[in-house]
Structures are given as C-alpha cells and as structure tokens.
C-alpha cells in the first residue's frame, strides 16, 4: 500500500527524540523506514550475486608481522558486548560467564588484551560496545584491570530503535511494559555509534588508525599482528575474517559478490525463499562471515562523512510478535543491518580466509561445553589453543535438561568430560555428570526415565549408554 512516508514517519521522529536519541540516528531509522514503506523486504536473489572467487588465506600474512608489530601502537581492540544470551536463560550479559579456569569471557579478553600490549610494549585499548543492559555489569569486571585505564573511554553504547507494527507501519505500543515497543538495531549500528559517542574522533585524535571487532563471546578472535601488518602495508580499508562453510553452518550468512566485483554480505533473512537451496549450497558459497572484522578508521571516517553518517547497509527486516514470549501480541517489524554488510559500502574491501581456530562463538550450552573441556588449553598468553590435530567434538545436549544456564551447571557440577579424544557427544535425557568422565570416539548416553540418572565419577564412554 502506498505511504506518505514523512507524515507515517513523524510519530517515530518524535517518540525517539523524546528519548534522547541523537539526530543521526533518526536519520539513520529514517532511510530504513523509508525503504520498508516503499516495499522493499531487503531481499538478495540469486541471480544478483556471484560467488567469490580467490580469497587469500591467513597464512598468507605471516610475512607482515613485522609490519603488525610497527602498526600496533596505532591499532584499538573493540567487542561487541550487547548481548545478553537469553537463549540460554541469562539476565546479563554473556562475556560475564564463566569461560575456562573460573576466568569469565571478559577477564579472558582483559588479560589477552593486556598481555600483548605488555609484549610489545605499547597500550592497546580495549573498548566494550555495551547495550544499557550489560554496560555497568561488563564495566565492572574491567575494574579488576586498572591498566587498562587509558585516553580512550573503554566503552560506548548502542542506541534503540522503534518497533514497527506490520499492518499499518506505525509505532507499536505496548502500554503494560513500554520497553518492549524498543528493539536494538542489530551489530550494523557500531559504526553510527562510533561517530555519535565521540569514539570514532577520539581514537583518531590520539592516532589510532586500525581497529580489530569481533564478538566477546568468540574468544579465539584474537589481534594478529600478520592480519594488522597486512592491513597497514595494504592500505585496505576493510577486511573481513571467513572461514569455510559446513553443513552446520549453511544457515549463517555468507560473501558473495555483486555482478560489478564488490563483496557483499547476505544473511538467510535477505535471501528469497525459491533462492534458500543455492543459499544452504556450501560448494557454492564456500565461506561465512566470522562477524570478525579490521577497519582503517579514516577511510571510515571519509565515508561517514560522505553519507552524512547514513551508512545505507542492507536492511534486514525481522518480523516478530511485539512481546516476544507473547505470539498473540502484534506482528511487528523490527528493522536491523549487519555489521558485516558495511564490506559492500568499503570499495577495495577484502575477505581473509582464517581456520576455526579463530572462531569458537559460544551461543549455546552445546559451546560452552566444549570450550570449557579439555580440547582446549589456555596458554601464558590466554589465547585458546586446541590441543591435537584431532578436530573439535561435535556436541548435541538434551535442550529439555541443558539449554537453560542454570541446569547445564546443576548437571555438570563437577566439570566438562574429557572430550579430547571425543568425535561426537550426544545426550537424551536428564544425566547428571559426574568428576573425570572421560568420552571417547562418537558416544551417545541415553536415559529415557522420567527421572534424573548419574554418570559416576571416571565413568569411560565409548559408543551407546543407556542409563
């Protein structure tokens, strides 16, 4: 249906300007709100993209390391830190559990951070992007480090957008808890957050040219100094870390490349339904984005400053229920860009193809079982390493028993098993772990009971066991 778009835009320009949002933000929802009016679903057919073709491997940087180490004094670390794991029943944010070693995600960063600052002698910073609902959490762990103190701040905040209800595209209400009319705007709005926090001008002034994102929950995305090196001596303005798709991994978002060579990003939400088997087609589309990314910050600043800090990423209209545990509640819109996606606004972009060594995101309690085992060490520098060639266990738990924080520890109070030499851990039913279980090969434990069985301590698995 059509829409006079500025007249249905009023009523959000005024419910965000009463909350405090700055101008460039109205903006910024504006472009997008003027493209959904216009009918635009943000959809990427098939027949638009290619797939890429010669990716250079990060093995080829290696050689720029010593260019990574001149680079370093001018390169900032940034996590993404809004997140608070929902999904596995967490009421903060999720860099605040536990990792390894009763280290959570955030001291592991901190120490990282730190240690090769101090091997290198220079002060590298460390900035957090916090959602209000993680900044006084996450700022507080960080205290516990005071040499992180330094001329940049060590955080900045997303901003919030309108939810859109879907049949007349006006602002939702939701009098009995007005926060839920609010939604964040996807990981795509650091980059208007750098600019309106002051961040962006602040890391230039002090002549920090390069800056390393990646999630907080992905702790073997690490500062390379070959990747730095290879950043600063190329001159290149953007490249984004990819590694090589498998089937558990066909429903991420992948790189393509439109029909005129730019790289892009496109997320299952972009694609067309009649497209969604070329988009799961891993031999097509070999690589997925890591959400691991290096930025020359004044090519950044040249581009914001281009667009009028209207980046124009790709949109990603999610469609949900206003109150999300309520599905009676409306239908609404919420309107999101990927962080990954600015790669299509950078020309001269490029992708690097890294090992999974580099990418070990913890979403779910399957993940943090894994991470917490003992296929990983960390090493003096609190890197993750994986010990052996041998790669890492697959894990399935019962979501009945384990997708919940709390019942995952209840059942494994004692600790990971022992996974190293572990292909695949599968587990249906309430189990209870017990101290130094050890899984070898592909095991499954089954207990089909209604009530809670024990593994006992130093039980050996090895194939079927049924409890």
């Known amino acids: ?25 109205i903006d910024n929802f504006h472009y997008y709100y003027d493209v959904l009016a216009a009918g635009s679903v943000g959809m990427i057919p098939e027949e638009s993209i290619a797939p890429v073709a010669a990716v250079p491997d990060i093995a080829d940087t290696a050689a720029y390391a010593a260019a990574g180490r001149a680079a370093l004094g001018r390169a900032a670390v940034l996590k993404l830190n809004g997140g608070l794991g929902t999904s596995m ?21 901190a120490r990282q951070t730190l240690g090769l600052g101090a091997r290198y002698e220079q002060h590298v910073p460390l900035i957090l992007m916090n959602s209000f609902n993680t900044d006084a959490d996450s700022r507080a ?23 859109i209800l879907q049949d007349t595209l006006a602002p939702a209400e939701w009098p009995a808890n007005p926060t839920l009319e609010w939604c964040p705007p996807g990981h795509g709005e650091l980059y208007i957050a750098l600019a309106t926090s002051g961040m962006l001008e602040t890391l230039l002034a002090r002549g920090y040219e390069y800056l390393f994102i990646s999630n907080a929950d992905n702790l073997g995305a690490t500062l390379d100094l070959g990747i730095l090196g290879y950043l600063a001596n ?8 990819v590694t090589d798709r498998t089937e558990a991994d066909k429903k991420g978002g992948h790189i393509a490349q439109r029909r005129d060579g730019q790289l892009i990003l496109r997320e299952i939400a972009q694609c067309p339904e009649a497209d969604l088997p070329a988009f799961q087609d891993i031999a097509r589309h070999k690589y997925f984005n890591t959400n691991s990314i290096w930025i020359n910050l004044r090519r950044l600043k040249q581009i914001l400053d281009e667009n009028n800090n209207v980046l124009k990423l790709p949109m990603i209209r999610n469609s949900k229920t206003l109150d999300p545990r ?13 962080m990954g996606a600015a790669i299509a606004v950078f020309p001269g972009a490029q992708v690097l193809r890294v090992g999974r060594d580099r990418f070990m995101p913890v979403k779910t309690c ?20 994986q010990v052996g060639s041998r790669p890492a266990a697959l894990v399935a738990l019962d979501p009945r028993f384990y997708r919940l924080i709390a019942d995952f520890e209840a059942r494994f109070a004692h600790g990971a098993p022992s996974l190293r030499e572990c292909d695949r851990l599968a587990v249906r039913g309430d189990v209870a772990f017990g101290a130094g279980v050890v899984c070898r090969g592909a ?6 009971a209604p009530e809670q069985r024990h593994l006992p301590d130093n039980t050996v698995l090895d194939g079927l066991r049924e409890l």
Not at 371 to 381: G, K, W
């Open 141 to 163: 762990v960080l205290e516990r480090y005071p040499e992180l103190q330094g001329p940049i701040p060590l955080s900045l905040m997303q901003h919030k957008v309108p939810k």
């Open 234 to 241: 190329k001159r290149l303005p953007f490249i984004m870390e």
């Open 89 to 109: 029943g967490l009421d903060q944010a999720k860099s605040l559990l536990v990792a390894r070693d009763g280290l959570t995600f955030l001291d592991i960063i």
């Open 1 to 25: 249906m059509p829409h006079n778009n500025t007249a249905n835009f009023a009523p959000f320009a005024e419910r965000m300007r009463r909350e405090g949002l700055p101008a460039i933000v």
């Open 326 to 338: 309520d599905a009676g509640s409306p239908p609404v819109y919420q309107l999101e860009t990927a």
């Open 366 to 385: 399957d993940d943090l079982l894994r991470l917490r085992s003992d296929i990983y060490t960390l090493d003096e520098h609190y890197s993750l390493r």
């Open 443 to 448: 095991v499954r434990v089954e207990n089909n």
